[in-house]
């Protein structure tokens, strides 16, 4: 199956098409799973309010900062933190295998577009309906923990390409590392060596300016750091101008990347998929 546009009567007619019927679908299975989604969003909310309780405990033995970073910073930062990982955050990658396994994979090559798309319609669907909840927390959160910030106007402009390309990174890279499940039956270790490196170098565990210097330098060469922590230290930082137009110029190479890199694993793991099912 061939990675680029559907060869289908209608072309991008045919595509949102697609997109709408899936997007509907998703909303109407997420919402019939509400309990599910209300654990979830714990989750999304918890993990950055012990960080910033971690942080802030550091800060305040600290005589109240830590490298520049005041309680009301690491508010600010884990806040924002928050909505922006949801917005990034995508699944596919930690269910695959079960699909190959399963044989449920062989329905998606029947389909006239790439099996790519139902999987991004889902992840839209379920930001759609999570940021609904995210926004009021993020409101909430800050009534409690008063974080500071001082974005600049060109970073506020900037921040909607920026989340929109942190978003196809990480959801093309993920999607493209899940390949391996036509190699390989299980892949949840290959998953959780993924997650321990995303937590540390895209700025979820701690600020990436709070790590050590090598360890910075290897969070700018890698993809990590453009899918969550640009986006967020637009809002928290202070960037230039000139910055801010590297960044995502960085996000749109790495994209470009991904993307490569998906068309020939793909090209691939379906040759696999279909020698094997014969």
Do not use: C
């Not at 000139?242 to 994209?255: E, I, K, N, P």
């Amino acid at each position: 199956m061939s990675s680029g546009p559907p060869r289908t009567p209608g072309g991008l007619r045919h595509l949102w098409a697609v997109y709408r019927g899936e997007f509907q679908t998703s909303v109407a299975v997420q919402l019939q799973y509400r309990g599910a989604q209300v654990i979830w969003l714990l989750g999304t909310v918890l993990g950055p309010l012990v960080y910033l309780a971690v942080w802030s405990a550091v800060a305040a033995a600290s005589g109240g900062e830590v490298d520049g970073f005041s309680r009301a910073s690491f508010a600010a930062y884990y806040i924002v933190l928050m909505l922006v990982n949801q917005v990034t955050f995508s699944w596919t990658m930690y269910e695959f295998d079960s699909r190959i396994r399963e044989g449920a994979f062989s329905p998606l090559l029947l389909r006239p577009v790439h099996p790519i798309h139902a999987d991004l319609a889902d992840n839209l669907a379920n930001k759609a309906l999570t940021m609904l909840v995210l926004l009021p927390t993020a409101g909430v959160l800050a009534l409690v923990f008063h974080p500071v910030l001082h974005p600049r106007p060109w970073a506020i402009l900037a921040l909607i390409p920026a989340l929109g390309l942190a978003f196809a990174v990480r959801f093309t890279l993920e999607w493209t590392l899940a390949l391996a499940a036509f190699w390989t039956t299980r892949t949840s270790a290959l998953n959780q060596a993924y997650e321990a490196v995303l937590l540390f170098l895209s700025g979820q565990i701690a600020p990436l300016a709070l790590l050590p210097g090598p360890f910075r330098a290897v969070a700018d060469a890698l993809p990590f750091r453009w899918m969550v922590a640009f986006p967020v230290q637009l809002l928290t930082g202070q960037p230039s101008p000139g910055a801010v137009a590297a960044g995502l110029a960085a996000q749109a190479a790495w994209l470009a990347a991904v993307l490569l890199l998906h068309r020939g694993l793909w090209r691939a793991a379906t040759r696999r998929y279909a020698a094997v099912g014969g």
